[in-house]
Structures are given as structure tokens and as C-alpha cells.
């Protein structure tokens, strides 16, 4: 069974502060998201990747960077959170871009709250 | 982009027939996902239509219509478990071939 895991369920921070949040992959996919989920909202796109070095932006990668040096890690940072950026983050990874079904598996989700 | 169309919440009774719309427009279709995501928890899997027509996975079956934009998903014999957001996800053939997520419909069963 595919795995993805993220680093922390729960996390708070305050305003200003950098915060990274971790997500690996065991299946060697080549894909990686992350996405926000709000109420009202569903699922929005930050960032992706389809390769280890090569990020995209998703819909909404304003107050988000995010790192890819290995193939199983992706990475999310906030440079300097911000209260409207209290909200669940979900890490998911698919095999092949377009390809089929090409699934996507999630992670648990790190539900990260700026105070 | 894509314009995804789904009711916020449903209600339905233990053992009976739900069904999911979802309604869509976009410039290239290049497939339809369904995924459940119990409270708390991560969407997982349920289906994918690519072709026109019936998917029938157990208590679970997905439908396709793309003349139409248009898509169900059909819960029968329902349990307690079932009750969960059900979100609709759309791949697009133009740009970065990322499903497009819908706002979900959250299904709520009662006895």
C-alpha cells in the first residue's frame, strides 16, 4: 500500500513565524501536491512537483514556497505565517502525471493554526 | 480551468440509494475522479471515468456523461460509514493535467 505520511497532525504558530511542514512518500511516485482544505472551499492547489528540483504553482501559492530535493520528500514553508493561513494541509503523490487513473494518495493532513 | 458543480450536503437513510451529482464545464476532459474523506481523515480513492457510461465497484457505481459535463455517484445499501464528504475532481487535457477539486458534498446518514 502506497504511504504518505506528514510530520505533524496538529501544529501552532504564531504570526510572523516560519514553518515548515514535511510530507514523504514511499512508492517512488514522481508527483507531489499540497493543498489547502477550508470549508466552503474543498480542495485548492499551492504547489506541485514532477520531479525531485522542479516545483510548480498551483492556484494559490501566494505566502508558501516549497523545496523538493528528494524524490520521497516534499516540502511546504511559510515564510512568515499569517492567521488567514490557519487551515488543514493535505501532502498528496501520484505515479505518473496524466496518465490513467493516476491516482492520488494523501496524506493524513497537518491542521496548522496561527495565532 | 474547470467549473465544478456539486450539492453541499445530503441526507439519506441507512439502506437506502443516494445519489451524487456532479456537474462540470471544461476546455479539454481528460477524466473524472470521485473520493471519499471521512472526518478528519484523508480522501482516498473511489473511482475514475474517462468514457461515457456505468462504473460499478460494489455498493459503489459512477457515472459519465460527458456531452453533458456531467457525473453521479450512486451509494446503495447505505451504512452509517458512509457518511463522509464525497469530492468530485476533474483532469483537464490543457496545462498541468492536476485534477481540478470540487467543493465536495457532505453525506450524511442517518438510521
Known amino acids: 500500500d502506497v504511504k504518505v505520511t506528514q510530520s505533524s497532525r496538529y501544529l501552532v504558530k504564531r504570526t510572523g513565524e516560519k514553518v515548515f511542514l514535511e510530507c514523504v512518500q514511499d512508492?517512488?511516485?514522481?508527483?507531489m501536491f499540497w493543498y489547502r482544505q477550508d470549508p466552503g472551499l474543498g480542495l485548492r492547489l499551492i504547489y506541485f512537483s514532477y520531479d525531485v528540483k522542479m516545483k510548480e504553482k498551483g492556484d494559490i501559492p501566494e505566502g508558501y514556497s516549497v523545496s523538493r530535493e528528494k524524490k520521497e520528500r516534499f516540502s511546504l514553508i511559510l515564510e512568515s505565517a499569517s492567521t488567514n493561513q490557519t487551515s488543514m494541509y493535505l501532502c498528496?503523490?501520484?505515479?505518473?502525471?496524466?496518465?490513467?487513473?493516476?491516482?492520488?494518495?494523501f496524506g493524513p493532513g497537518t491542521r496548522l493554526t496561527v495565532l | 480551468g474547470q467549473n465544478i458543480d456539486q450539492p453541499t450536503e445530503m441526507t439519506a437513510t441507512e439502506g437506502a440509494i443516494v445519489q451524487i451529482n456532479c456537474t462540470y464545464q471544461t476546455s479539454g476532459f481528460n477524466g473524472l475522479f470521485w473520493y471519499q474523506q471521512h472526518a478528519g481523515e484523508a480522501p482516498t480513492f473511489l473511482s475514475y471515468?474517462?468514457?461515457?457510461g456505468l462504473e460499478e465497484k460494489g455498493r459503489f457505481s459512477s457515472f459519465l456523461s460527458r456531452s453533458k459535463g456531467y457525473s453521479y455517484l450512486l451509494l446503495k445499501e447505505l451504512q452509517m460509514k458512509d457518511s463522509a464528504s464525497y469530492l468530485c475532481?476533474?483532469?483537464?487535457?490543457?496545462?498541468?493535467?492536476?485534477?481540478?477539486f470540487g467543493r465536495g458534498t457532505s453525506l450524511i446518514v442517518h438510521p
Open positions: 498528496a503523490s501520484s505515479f505518473e502525471q496524466g496518465a490513467g487513473t493516476d491516482t492520488q494518495y
Open positions: 475532481a476533474v483532469r483537464d487535457l490543457g496545462g498541468s493535467y492536476i485534477p481540478t
Open positions: 471515468n474517462v468514457l461515457d
Open positions: 512508492m517512488d511516485h514522481e508527483n
